[in-house]
């Protein structure tokens, strides 16, 4: 199918698209990495599912549409049925194939700014297959005249079923509010925890985790153990997961707070100078 890339290595195997940088499937040995699920990006538009999308040149959602910084306003418009912008604009944009090998493809976005975002970026984006996992490099690069504050993630959707258990270790979870935003930062305890193995509610997830370690695992019962690894840069872990939706579970690794924009002190955010670039690495691999 055309705007679609194949990618094999030994018994790795990836398929991924031009249309949003998204991979739409991913195994080793028929064993899934990623879950292919429906979501509101340009991919599943076109294609009807897709298993991780990149996140830039920010995740999740910005309060009322629009930051102010280093003393101008920055408008932003919704780019997608939620009333607040999402994730960007990468995930909703066609990408470039700039090379590609049986084991690797390399993609490139470039963006400018216009009447519905202040950001104008280039980004690179490679999806590298291993020999137990897939291996995914993002960076972006500011290409606008003004210094703005940029980040970047990844949204993978990863098996799992109702007897799965995650374990991941993070300094403390930020409640939801209204309109899908962070709240206040909370100690961790009860059903959040997930200091130590422990099985995934079936409730209303999307809570974004702090000073995350960088290592989550997922075991299901007779089936390999999954493991996300991310690069220090990803300090924060966004776990999102709709009720009612038992086989898949996402652990977005993000370089930022979402809304970030409107938080205090330290939310990861990034000053782009023009030119600037940043960059980080996440892997999913199973353990036999």
């Not at 909703?92 to 950001?119: C, F, I, K, M, Q």
């Not at 153990?225 to 977005?252: H, I, S």
């Amino acid at each position: 199918m055309p705007g679609l890339v194949t990618l094999r290595n030994g018994g790795c195997r990836a398929t991924v698209s031009q249309e949003g940088g998204a991979v739409l499937e991913a195994e080793v040995d028929g064993i899934p990495l990623l879950m292919p699920s429906k979501s509101p990006g340009l991919a599943t538009r076109v294609h009807g599912r897709e298993a991780c999308f990149p996140l830039l040149p920010f995740g999740g959602r910005i309060e009322r549409n629009g930051f102010r910084y280093r003393g101008e306003n920055h408008v932003l418009t919704p780019n997608t049925a939620d009333p607040l912008v999402l994730h960007g604009d990468g995930w909703l944009r066609e990408w470039t194939v700039a090379s590609v090998s049986s084991g690797h493809a390399d993609l490139a976005l470039d963006v400018e700014a216009n009447d519905r975002s202040p950001y104008a970026y280039s980004a690179e984006q490679r999806i590298e297959l291993l020999p137990d996992g897939l291996k995914l490099t993002l960076s972006v690069a500011n290409r606008g005249p003004v210094t703005l504050p940029f980040g970047i993630g990844f949204h993978p959707y990863l098996p799992v079923s109702p007897e799965t258990e995650v374990q991941f270790e993070a300094g403390g979870v930020w409640s939801e509010r209204d309109m899908h935003l962070p709240g206040a930062i909370l100690s961790l305890g009860g059903e959040l925890d997930f200091s130590g193995f422990r099985p995934v509610p079936d409730c209303w997830i999307n809570n974004c985790y702090e000073d995350w370690q960088g290592r989550a695992m997922i075991r299901t019962p007779r089936k390999p153990v999954l493991t996300l690894t991310a690069d220090p840069l990803f300090r924060w872990l966004m776990v999102y997961k709709p009720q009612g939706q038992p086989n898949f579970l996402c652990l977005e690794p993000m370089s930022h707070l979402p809304n970030g924009h409107y938080a205090p002190g330290d939310a990861g955010l990034r000053a782009l100078d023009t030119g600037m670039k940043l960059c980080g690495s996440v892997t999913v691999r199973i353990q036999r």
